[in-house]
């Protein structure tokens, strides 16, 4: 992880520091609309620069590498923006005269907001920044990834990075009550109803093991498997071994069915198998 | 009686589907065609899908795919059947299951 | 007993990939999916998919299943596709057991991939058991598959990919998600996906964990608690959140139970999410005509899935003497494309773990 990604890795929310770099000067700004791309992370993902007719994104020598708008080249056609399964592209267009300004946002939410509507404009961490008028909305089409365009100050261009359309009612976060409740034991196996304080004492009582814990608990030998209480007995397993999972040797188990061999489902089964 | 029916969405659509009428512990409830009975009773409100014999926990399904064995209930009179991968038919007798399960 | 040259236990990503790639080349090939409805985790996956073009990056993960469907039709091995087939065990005289649409079969492979996916990781905290406790695969094939909202508020718990994702999906389908909590000091998931969530005014809280759920027989609060460097609760940091489904998105663990039953090499690769099968770069295990693809060979995304699928099958069909003049040039390809996947410094325990495990990085 590179080191200057920390911030946001933290809390998902970019900065204006992070947009360095990834706008235009104050002269191509007044050109016509371009391409903000907010997408700060390396991940194997190219379809943006697959799809710009323009080469405005420079090229790619690895799947992994960051997008770049070459600004001298971007027409602000959306075609990126359409396209990116991050939603992470945005087309700003601060080059008509006066105040006002307008961003395409990238949408997937129902209802979609209709021309001329009033939708609340909101922040990267989905604030409320000011009511807003939406100028133009694309269809989702094939894609169904909508495009909506606000009209915004020009100032606030690159604050603006979403909205919604119906008053956000939802309720506070925190509720008042508090609640002091009998602290029982988290269950482990939900097959057998085995938990944790059963399987902990187990283990401080010289179970060592995965299978020794399920045949003395039953923990695991539900219906289930144990697919849901494994992992959790290994860690516990580990933790009292004072070693991580990946050192940890006690863990290995067995099913009761046989081993078998392919090269004898290979052969056709003819000998007996062997290899246990 | 279907307000956790997603009618509305973005990107997927849903068919209409026809209602499936099924008992749940004595209530008449109704499904749609392509439920699981899970489905079907979480769609109705019901999240309880019985009691764990030996904690005596209300149980819900938690896996939804079979995995797990936390939405065992009685169907048609046999116990343990999977609930969240069991596909709803009509006139279906379902009840809440809250011991191991006995064959009838 | 039926005599089959090549079995794929698992219809997902990987399966079906596989399929492809040895019916391409002539391969008869029967494919058992214990599910209804084929396709594994992608007829859940509502949001685009990342990668490149050849992993259909850019179209949602419900289309591509159908795409990959659509191209098992009219190739020269024949596929056969069972659904509602579950396999349940690996025999000594070389037989493989299921139960197929409720009838007991028995199926003698000359080689076998095994796709056959993950199982969800649970967390322990008190009143894991209450109904509205549900995992994260549960949320979104309630809500995907089935058109049914697992409830009004959500607290997620995971910042990973899959957290990010159904909190995403909660939102589209219209429910409240309160918070994403997650233990680590870090997102895990995508930062494009956890930006979209943000704007989305969802906290995400690192460094967090639920301590409680309670409410009458079904969830009606969760507490939730800030934890320290150790990973120690901090006294005070408690708040409550009132919310009716805790949704756990802890991580993924390999689903090989079957590899346990064929004694093939295991290891236990925290990297890769649990207990997995050592393999060549051919996909194959320690047991000779015995593959694995996709999640069950380490826990990954679903075009690293695909990808791995190809290389099985185009291993296996090989194994069989079933090859064109491309499949070198094909698995070449793939293996290129693996490696790409894997290059980016998120990927990091991805590329240690695949080395341990013996695969391709
Ligand atoms: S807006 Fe159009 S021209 Fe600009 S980078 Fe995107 S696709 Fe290329
Ligand atoms: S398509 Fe979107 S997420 Fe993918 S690299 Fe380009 S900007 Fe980033």
Redesign the interface.
């Known amino acids: 992880?590179?080191k200057d990604?920390?911030h946001?890795?933290?809390?998902?929310?970019?900065t204006a520091d992070d947009l360095r770099g990834r706008l235009p000067d104050e002269s191509t700004k007044k050109e016509g609309p371009y391409a903000v791309i907010?997408?700060?992370?390396?991940?194997?993902?190219?379809?943006c620069v697959?799809?710009c007719r323009f080469d405005a994104i420079l090229p790619f020598e690895?799947?992994?590498d960051l997008p770049y708008v070459d600004f001298s080249k971007c027409t602000g056609c959306a075609v990126c923006a359409r396209?990116?399964?991050?939603?992470?592209i945005f087309i700003v267009d601060e080059s008509m005269q006066g105040e006002m300004g307008t961003i395409m946002l990238p949408y997937?939410?129902?209802?979609?907001p209709e021309k001329g509507e009033q939708v609340m404009a909101?922040?990267?961490?989905?604030?409320e920044l000011f009511p807003a008028t939406v100028v133009r909305v694309l269809k989702?089409g094939k894609?169904?990834?909508?495009l909506v365009s606000l009209e915004v100050p020009k100032e606030s261009l690159q604050e603006v990075?979403?909205f919604?359309v119906i008053e956000?009612e939802?309720?506070a976060?925190?509720?008042s009550?508090?609640?002091d409740?009998d602290?029982?034991?988290?269950?482990?196996c939900?097959?057998?109803?085995v938990?944790?304080n059963e399987i902990r004492d187990l283990i401080a009582r010289g179970y060592k093991s995965v299978d020794e814990i399920k045949h003395r608990s039953r923990a695991g030998m539900?219906?289930?498997?144990g697919?849901?209480?494994r992992?959790?007995i290994l860690n516990e397993l580990a933790r009292d071994a004072g070693v991580?999972?990946?050192e940890?040797e006690g863990?290995?188990?067995?099913?009761p069915?046989?081993?078998?061999?392919?090269?004898?489902?290979?052969?056709?089964?003819e000998e007996?198998?062997e290899?246990? | 009686m279907n307000s956790n029916r997603i009618l509305e969405h973005p990107i997927l659509e849903f068919s209409e589907g026809s209602d499936i009428p099924f008992s749940f512990d004595g209530k008449e409830l109704v499904g749609k065609s392509g439920d699981t009975i899970a489905s079907a009773l979480h769609a109705a409100g019901v999240r309880v899908l019985g009691h764990h014999f030996k904690t005596g926990h209300a149980r819900g399904f938690y896996c939804a795919i079979g995995n797990c064995s936390s939405c065992l209930m009685i169907v048609n009179g046999v116990p343990n059947v999977r609930v969240c991968v069991e596909p709803l038919k009509a006139g279906m007798v379902v009840n809440s299951q809250n011991d191991r399960g006995v064959l009838p | 007993m039926i005599s089959i040259p090549l079995l794929i236990v698992g219809a997902g990503p990987a399966g079906l990939c596989a399929a492809y790639r040895a019916a391409e080349v002539g391969v008869d090939v029967l494919i058992l999916d214990r599910a209804q409805k084929p396709g594994g985790q992608l007829v859940k996956q509502t949001h685009k998919f990342f990668g490149s073009e050849k992993q259909f990056a850019s179209t949602r993960g419900i289309e591509i299943a159908d795409i990959l469907f659509k191209r098992l039709e009219d190739l020269p091995g024949r596929v056969e596709l069972l659904t509602d087939a579950t396999v349940i065990g690996f025999y000594e005289d070389g037989v493989v057991t299921a139960e197929v649409q409720g009838k007991f079969m028995k199926y003698r492979p000359e080689a076998c991939i095994v796709a056959t996916g993950a199982s969800e990781k649970t967390l322990a905290f008190t009143g894991n058991d209450l109904p509205g406790v549900y995992g994260a695969g549960a949320v979104q094939t309630l809500m995907n598959e089935y058109g049914v909202r697992p409830g009004n508020r959500v607290l997620m718990i995971g910042a990973g990919n899959i957290g990010l994702i159904v909190s995403y999906q909660l939102l589209q389908a219209g429910v409240q998600v309160a918070a994403i909590l997650d233990a680590a000091d870090e997102i895990g998931g995508y930062l494009v996906h956890a930006s979209k969530i943000r704007r989305a005014g969802v906290p995400i809280l690192t460094r967090h964990t639920v301590g409680l759920a309670y409410g009458d027989e079904k969830v009606e609060h969760a507490i939730i608690h800030a934890l320290d460097d150790e990973w120690n609760k901090i006294p005070g940091s408690e708040q409550q959140l009132d919310v009716d489904v805790i949704c756990v998105a802890v991580g993924l663990s390999p689903l090989a139970d079957l590899l346990w039953q064929a004694a093939v090499d295991m290891k236990y690769i925290g990297a890769l999410g649990g207990y997995v099968p050592l393999r060549n770069s051919d996909m194959m295990t320690s047991v000779a005509g015995l593959y694995i693809a996709g999640d069950v060979a380490g826990i990954e995304e679903a075009s690293s899935a695909m990808v791995e699928g190809e290389i099985a099958g185009i291993s296996a069909a090989g194994r069989l003497g079933f090859s064109s003049e491309e499949s070198h040039l094909l698995k070449k390809d793939c293996l290129q494309q693996l490696r790409q996947l894997r290059a980016g410094p998120g990927s990091e325990k991805i590329r240690t773990g695949m080395a341990l495990a013996g695969a391709y990085v």
């Open positions: 992880m590179k990604l920390l946001i890795k933290r809390e998902g929310l970019a907010e997408c700060f992370e390396e991940i194997p993902c190219n379809p697959v799809s690895d799947i992994n396209v990116c399964p991050g939603l992470a997937e939410y129902l209802p979609l909101r922040s990267r961490d989905g604030s989702g894609g169904k990834t909508a990075r979403a919604s956000d939802s309720p976060f925190h509720s009550e508090t609640y409740p602290y029982e034991s988290p269950v482990v939900r097959c057998e109803g938990d944790l539900g219906p289930c498997q697919r849901s209480c992992q959790i991580s999972l990946d940890f863990g290995s188990f067995r099913p069915a046989s081993p078998i061999s392919m090269d004898i489902l290979a052969k056709g089964g007996d198998a290899n246990s």
